[in-house]
């Protein structure tokens, strides 16, 4: 990644903090903790973000057109995101690093080849890559923090079988606000400047939560009996596995290391990641933001797509039996397409080209599963859709997204449960959204609120002119 220069009104050069090039972390950053090493960075990113104003601020990006208002806002600029930028045709960066860099890059478990979401985490808040000691640092302060009430225990006990486990989910999520560190200091009075200090702790103790909750959840709805305790001497990925029911097998843990890095982030526009963002704006503290932002998650457009894809795929299959011919699956998503329906998994908002984390779950497939029934399916799906919705001619992006691949991976080693997809989706999504809160906060992130129009408003703002 190249070095990026701002330069101040008073006409000095000023690097941000995240600009380095892919890196070490510094010697001292080696000995600190990420709260150590975040107080660190915050006030010459504040510095950034006021040179970058200052030289930056009044310039446009350009029109904004009717179309944009009445079009779910696409490709309106109208946030920062510092954690990942996403480009449309090579997809997804973490703080400047692809996903296969991130692969490369970030610090594994022994003996794994995939990256430890821990060390997303890190390089999401500071925009470098940690130690393994500061991951593994991060490991055991996520284990302590891991317990959750009892009283939200209890919430989850009582929610009938029946309900979705997103809405478990989000519900669970929600009542965490019961003791949010940010939530007491803003009603003791703290001043602005020292925001992010409790929300960092409380986005510290969201992440840590969340095995509990998804394990709990899952066994509560599909059997498996009593959640085990969390082991402070593994990682994350391994403990989710665990509380899962699956921490026995190790291909499942390092699925799980390579699916929550590559679900963390997808820049600042998709729903769940802008709702989040918009919620904790109002000083709603991040339990109620994430609560949001799951809520969100939980749409067939979103994160459910995941859910969607493998009903679709499975019903494709009782329907066409094994081994189903090309011209038998596409007749299927012709179907599908005539129905007024979606295809589950293709498509996006933002990305022109195959999702770079569809790709690397693919890859993981070749590598690990290369002959599962489902996943051949899947890469059938793969060689037919694009060409179908191209000449159905609607779509602007005919190639698979992140949730063409997901489940097929995960029903492989027996999580066949489609509904609790999205609650990992949801636990991934938690890492993204909680390190911009932070930074927001930080940085002294306003209250959002852009400005809407009636369509009468827009007739008479535009009548008489050409
Ligand atoms: N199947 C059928 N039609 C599709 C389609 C798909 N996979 N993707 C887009 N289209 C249609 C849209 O519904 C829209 O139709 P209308 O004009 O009738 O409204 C038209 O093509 C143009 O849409 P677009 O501009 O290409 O796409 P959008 O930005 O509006 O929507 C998305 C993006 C992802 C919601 C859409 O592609 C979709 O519904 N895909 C299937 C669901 C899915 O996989 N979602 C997961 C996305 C990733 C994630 O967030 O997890």
Redesign the pocket.
């Known amino acids: 990644m190249s070095t990026i220069f701002v330069r101040s009104v008073l006409g000095q050069s000023r690097r941000s903090v995240f600009a380095a090039p892919a890196r070490l972390a510094s010697t001292s950053a080696k000995q600190s903790t990420l709260k150590e090493r975040l107080a660190d960075l915050i006030p010459a990113e504040i510095e950034n973000v006021k040179a970058t104003r200052a030289a930056h601020g009044k310039k446009s990006f350009g029109p904004v057109i009717v179309d944009q208002l009445y079009?779910?806002m696409?490709g309106l600029p109208a946030l920062i995101w510092d954690g990942s930028v996403l480009d449309a045709d090579e997809g997804i960066r973490f703080r400047g690093k692809t996903i296969p860099e991130c692969q490369e890059l970030l610090p594994k478990a022994p003996g794994g080849s995939e990256p430890l979401p821990e060390a997303l985490f890190w390089l999401l808040v500071t925009g470098e890559v940690p130690t393994q000691e500061q991951v593994a640092t991060l490991s055991k302060e996520w284990a302590a923090r891991s317990a959750i009430p009892e009283f939200v225990e209890e919430i989850l006990d009582r929610c009938p079988p029946t309900l979705h486990p997103m809405s478990q989910f989000s519900l669970a999520v929600t009542a965490l606000n019961h003791d949010s560190a940010f939530a007491k200091a803003y009603a003791a009075g703290i001043s602005k400047k020292e925001y992010w200090g409790p929300v960092f702790e409380d986005c510290m103790d969201l992440i840590a939560k969340l095995p509990n909750i998804a394990g709990r959840i899952y066994r509560n709805v599909y059997g498996g009996g009593k959640l085990p305790a969390i082991d402070a001497e593994k990682d994350y990925s391994w403990n989710l596995a665990t509380l899962l029911g699956f921490g026995d097998n190790k291909e499942f843990v390092e699925l799980m290391r390579l699916y929550v890095t590559i679900h963390s982030d997808?820049e600042g526009g998709?729903?769940?990641a802008h709702t989040g963002k918009l919620v904790a704006s109002a000083l709603s503290d991040p339990f109620l933001a994430f609560g949001a932002s799951l809520n969100g998650?939980a749409g067939?457009?979103?994160?459910?797509?995941?859910q969607?894809?493998l009903v679709w795929l499975r019903k494709m299959q009782s329907k066409l039996g094994e081994n189903a011919s090309d011209e038998a699956v596409k007749e299927y998503v012709w179907s599908?397409?005539k129905a007024g329906?979606?295809?589950?998994?293709?498509?996006?908002?933002?990305l022109r080209k195959t999702?770079p984390r569809y790709m690397a779950q693919r890859e993981f497939a070749l590598k690990h599963l290369p002959d599962d029934p489902m996943f051949k399916l899947v890469a059938q799906v793969f060689k037919i859709?694009p060409d179908i919705?191209l000449a159905?001619g609607?779509?602007?992006?005919?190639w698979?997204?992140?949730?063409?691949h997901s489940g097929v991976l995960l029903a492989h080693y027996g999580l066949t449960e489609m509904q609790f997809y999205t609650v990992l989706?949801g636990v991934s999504r938690a890492f993204g959204v909680s390190a911009q809160l932070i930074w927001d906060r930080a940085l002294g992130a306003p209250i959002e609120r852009p400005k809407s129009y009636s369509t009468a408003a827009i007739q008479k703002m535009f009548a008489n002119k050409q």
């Open positions: 079009g779910g696409r997808h998709n729903v769940s998650l067939p457009l979103h994160g459910l797509a995941n969607e894809v599908t397409l329906q979606v295809v589950p998994g293709y498509g996006h908002a933002v999702d859709v919705l159905a609607k779509a602007k992006n005919p698979p997204n992140v949730d063409a989706f």
